[in-house]
């Protein structure tokens, strides 16, 4: 018996190029690590009164994962990195992908809110068990590697 891989891609909707790059290489990860459960995650801020379903998020992604399944989640909160993080506990996630460029997309508008400086690749690596790795996607090009942060 294989053991299933757990593979955790936060993502923004509506997809951007950057969003669509983190999800494709996420995809590629999970045929690479087959058997794979790829699990795509969208955070609806109360803040910005996103109204994201799930079922949005769905259709848009299908096409980006050439032929990779995913399941797909949202949930609510006020902090990006604290609702990844919760999660990635809930799902017991192996892997976690996220962008070079979204984080810094993040990190600009968490700043802006609350007048702090995260990294949510740093905050996950901190406050996720050794067992959980985080990889980081430069998705400013069309690179096929996901490397370990």
Known sequence: MTDLT?????IRYPLTDESARTLAAAGRLAHDQAPANLKVLHVNLYQTRDKTKTTELTRAISSTLDGVEASVATRQGFLVE????EEAIQTNAD???VGANQQANWRRLLRRLLQSNPEVS??????TTDDTDIWEVDATTDTRAVEPA
Do not use: G, K
């Not at 604290?82 to 993080?85: A, G, K, P, R, V």
């Not at 740093?122 to 406050?127: A, M, T």
């Open 6 to 10: 757990t593979i955790l891609v936060p």
């Open 82 to 85: 604290e609702e990844i993080l």
């Open 95 to 97: 892997i976690i992908v």
């Open 122 to 127: 740093s905050f996950l690596r901190e406050n």
